[in-house]
C-alpha cells in the first residue's frame, strides 16, 4: 500500500535484491519494509545485505555506524571503517584499525562458516551462527 507501481523497481536483479525503491522511498526485505531513514535519490544497494545512501550506511533497512565516506565491505560480508566494524547484523567488538580476515572456510561461500580474525590485540574465532558467543579469542600454547 501506498507504492509508486510506474517508478517502483529492485536496485538489482529481481532475484538477487534486498532493496526495492520507488521515486517515494526505499523498502526492503519481501514484505517491502519501508525504509524510513534512507534518501531515495541516492540510495544503492551493495551486498549482504548492506545499502548506502549519501548519508549512512544500512543493514537489512537499519542505519549502523559505518561512516559513508570511507569504508570496506569484503568477500567475506565484513564492512568496517576506522571506528566500527559490523558481520551482517553482529557488530564486532574489535580493534577496525588493525582488523583483518586471517582465514574463511570456503572460496565457494567466503561469507559463511567460522573465520580466523585478527587486531592488534591477538587471534580469534568467529562465527555469526554460533549461540554463546560468536567471538572467541584463540588462545596460544
Keep these: ?7 517502483f523497481k529492485p536496485l ?3 532475484s538477487e535484491s534486498i ?7 526505499v523498502y526492503y526485505d519481501k514484505e517491502l519494509k519501508k525504509v524510513e531513514a534512507a534518501d531515495v535519490n541516492s540510495f544503492e544497494e551493495l551486498r549482504f545485505g548492506f545499502g548506502k545512501d549519501a548519508y549512512q550506511i544500512f543493514y537489512m533497512g537499519k ?3 559505518i561512516n ?5 565491505l569484503n568477500k567475506n560480508g565484513f564492512i568496517y571503517d576506522s571506528v566500527n566494524i559490523f558481520h551482517y547484523q553482529h557488530q564486532i567488538p574489535l580493534d577496525a584499525e588493525t582488523f ?5 572456510e570456503s572460496e565457494q561461500n567466503p561469507f559463511m562458516g567460522t573465520f580466523i580474525l585478527e ?4 587471534n580469534y574465532e568467529y562465527n555469526r551462527e554460533w549461540k554463546d ?3 572467541k579469542p584463540i588462545t596460544k600454547g
Excluded at 559513508?68 to 570496506?72: N, Y
Excluded at 583483518?100 to 574463511?104: H, I, S
Design 1 to 7: 500500500q501506498g507504492l509508486d507501481g510506474s517508478s
Design 12 to 14: 538489482k536483479s529481481t
Design 19 to 25: 532493496y526495492w525503491k520507488d521515486k517515494n522511498a
Design 63 to 65: 542505519v549502523i555506524p
Design 68 to 72: 559513508v565516506a570511507d569504508f570496506t
Design 100 to 104: 583483518k580476515v586471517v582465514a574463511y
Design 119 to 122: 587486531d592488534k590485540h591477538g
Design 133 to 135: 558467543s560468536i567471538l
